[in-house]
């Protein structure tokens, strides 16, 4: 199989790659077809069937919307996200929706859109997609699925075009020992043979030139996640928690004090946490971000990256392509040889994709030897269970816990410092719920209001 660094990092939206980008690039391809094959005139009607993962939890990660906008003739990466709201609003009101921008059809979501638990056999993010003439015949009928990272297959359908891109290639590996037998072989970096590889799919220009593009959409998240030039950044998350977003309030109290960082040498972590913390915020809104590899891991990297530019001496713009070349090397493994799709192996999963994916092409671009044991212990390492990360997936809570927590992941491993503000932080997710108590008869008379709430000195009692 034949994965491409573009592949790996996709520009899109918030807030999920496989229930939102998928589904929205699977709508597009699905009206592309009819229009390439001559079915979209004689089409009255489109209906569309969500299968597990997407049927359980697709209200909350946006499904229903990213398929509108894909059968609108939306692409992920160029649809702008300042206007979404008002056009799905229009097609809701006037029960109306133009295919690809010009061929209008009968649209109510309701009727139209289906969701469904039971998974199909293929994969747990599963779509159908059928198209209906004005006697209600099926002119066709596709199915898809959202393998992860916006990874989107046809069931059924050859994959000739990767079986040939696989046998193109200078340098096919399939395991880490493959690859960095390769680097020892041919002397190069695992971004050089990357780089190579690439080459069957683009021009060193455009390889350049697309990868940039991800660093500068990196950077715009970031920026607008801070609330630079954002105003929306200072209000609440999407969805009934209604969670208020804290990257600009972190933003402010760092730049008002840039003397502090003198006196601590680790200042430069809360940079780091700020960084993950702003882009997570912002797919949690729906926002413009990039697949690293997936929406819900997606701070890690351009966090990581962040602190590249930003605090090592020496950064260039070849530094991010290398950066970025080596990220994707260490994603393709995992996507061949186990997933990167949050249903397959949860949040977790997905996080630790992506923490090793940073840390080894941050000590590459930092001068580490591709076969030193070293690397291989820093990704080892980024792959461990991590339950501090672990989030729900009920009303869009998975975006939220995420946005709040991830930043929390990158600090934890420096022991020494802010141990404080996550004893503190531990605190005051312990107060904040209920559930946790000991006497859970309390809690639930608590919740019908026939018992007060404990204290706080009852509730630090508890905990110690």
Known sequence: MAVSVFDLFKIGIGPSSSHTVGPMRAALMFAEGLERDGLLAPTASVKVELYGSLGATGKGHGTDRG??????????????????????EAVRASRLLALLGHHTIPFVMKEHIAFYRQALPE??????LRALDANGETLRESTYLSVGGGFVVTAGAPNTKVLAAAQQMPHAFTSGAELLALCA??????????????RIWHSDEEIRTGLLRIWDVMQACVSRGCGINNPDADGTLPGPFQVKRRAPQLYRALTAHPERALQDPLSMIDWINLYAIAVNEENAAGGRVVTAPTNGAAGIIPAVLHYY?????????????DFLLTAAAIGILYKLNASISGAEVGCQGEVGVACSMAAGALAAVLGGNAAASGKRRRNRHGTQPRPHLRSGRRHGADSLHRAQRDGLGESRERRAHGAARRRRALRLARFGHQDDARNRRRHEDQIQGNVARRTRGQHRRMLM
Do not use: C, W, Y
């Not at 041919?186 to 971004?191: F, L, P, R, V």
């Open 185 to 198: 072989s041919t002397g190069k970096s695992i971004a050089q043979l990357m780089l190579e590889n690439e």
């Open 67 to 88: 398929v509108m906008l894909g059968l609108m003739g939306d692409a992920p990466d160029t649809v702008d996200p300042e206007t979404i709201n008002a056009r799905l």
């Open 309 to 321: 530019v930003r605090f090592t001496p020496g950064a260039n713009e070849q530094g991010v392509i």
């Open 123 to 128: 994969h747990p993010n599963g779509m159908k």
